[in-house]
């Protein structure tokens, strides 16, 4: 992989007129996306030929970056948008409405601008990058568009062994939450607006507030947690061999209805339920046991705030709590590490561990009674 990062840099130096930082920067996040896709790659560890795909990958993610650098930020966004235009197409009308192609096109650019937001967010959180980072330079921008493009193609896997291009999922989605009203009125907006004239609707509202979020990178931080969430438990459930699970979830963040899911996973009602009580045990164990503190922030009942209880309901939970779950609780309100708890408490880390899951679920119970 280091001979891969000073290919890159050369290659980097030679095609652009970017600095020296910018030409490492961008270098070092292909480096290290190639090296997490070699690793991950059953197929490309068992083929003996790992170091000949790192060099293959790394030279057609310089290719995309180069190839948008070139085209410069006006002409790049403009080719990018034409082609995740054209993807998701025949996927963006509102269900059972008949639009016209004016209208498609506004439903079109409203959906990308979203997607923009989304993909930047990813951008950030793949390259481990702050939560503020914007791409700034020429270099830096061609990166992000061919990260756009290529995040928009990517194959999400589905039941019975199908994929299909994360954008389109997206893109279905966002058709389905589309009320059927929203074509008759963009359509009327089209008609009514002259030559030149701006096309005013609440959807051209959205995108410029779209447009004002990727351009001063500030996500809701309740959208950023929750997207630590999602991934964090769609990790946990591939770590504890759940893929039926994963794809479960998948699907309801897809908010598709019952009947669908149980389509998709070919189940039967009474297999999908089953299903779907052990995905609520294992998202009990992820948020009680082993994510808790991330799952609390989320839901705002971290310790801070009293585990999310009322006055009330906090003096109930003391009075509930032996001797040891007080003094545990009180240690953990005071930010000490579970090696410390342990010791204090005479427990193991596990015994630790088990006892507190069992207060947060005595504080659950109490929470939503």
């Known amino acids: 992989m280091e001979a891969l990062f000073h290919l890159l840099v050369d290659e980097l130096t030679q095609a ?44 057609h993610r310089l290719s995309q970056c180069l190839k948008y650098y070139k ?63 914007q791409p700034r330079t020429r270099l830096e921008l061609g990166e992000y568009m061919a990260f756009c493009e290529r995040y928009g193609k990517r194959r999400i896997p589905l039941p019975r062994r199908r994929s299909q291009q994360l954008i389109i999922l997206r893109a279905q989605t966002f058709s389905r939450q589309q009320p059927p009203e929203t074509a008759l009125d963009i359509e009327q907006s089209t008609e009514n607006s002259g030559d030149g004239d701006q096309v005013r609707s609440p959807l051209t ?18 959208e950023s947690l929750r997207d630590r969430v999602v991934e964090a438990l769609m990790d946990y459930l591939k770590q504890n061999d759940q893929a039926d699970c994963a794809d479960y979830f998948t699907l ?10 149980e389509s998709l996973l070919n189940l039967t009602p009474r297999e999908r339920d089953y299903l779907q009580q052990r995905f609520r ?23 801070g705030n009293n585990l999310g209880l009322t006055p009330q309901q906090w003096q109930t939970l ?33 015994q630790v561990q088990k006892q507190w899951s069992k207060l947060l679920e005595q504080a659950w119970e109490i929470r939503n009674p």
């Open 252 to 261: 309801r963040l897809m908010d598709l209805p019952t009947n669908e899911i």
């Open 318 to 350: 003391e009075a509930t709590l032996n001797p040891r779950q007080a003094q545990l609780l009180a240690l953990k309100k005071a930010g000490k590490p579970n090696p410390d708890i342990a010791h204090a408490l005479g427990y193991t880390p596990i």
């Open 16 to 59: 652009t007129q970017a600095g020296e930082r910018d030409c490492h920067g961008v270098a070092h996040r292909i480096t290290q996306e190639v090296q997490r896709i070699c690793t991950e790659s059953q197929r490309i560890q068992v083929s003996g030929e790992v170091n000949a795909w790192a060099i293959t990958l790394g030279k």
């Open 205 to 222: 509202s959205n995108a410029r507030l779209r447009e004002q979020l990727v351009a001063h990178g500030e996500p809701l931080p309740e």
């Open 71 to 133: 085209l410069g930020s006006h002409r790049g966004r403009i080719e990018l948008h034409s082609t995740l235009s054209a993807i998701v197409y025949r996927s963006i009308a509102p269900p059972q409405v008949q639009a016209s192609y004016q209208a498609r096109l506004t439903l079109i650019e409203d959906f990308l601008q979203g997607f923009y937001v989304e993909a930047l967010k990813a951008f950030r959180r793949e390259n481990q990058l702050s939560q503020r980072h």
């Open 281 to 303: 045990y294992h998202l009990i164990r992820f948020s009680l046991a082993h994510h808790w503190e991330l799952v609390h922030e989320w839901l705002e009942a971290d310790l």
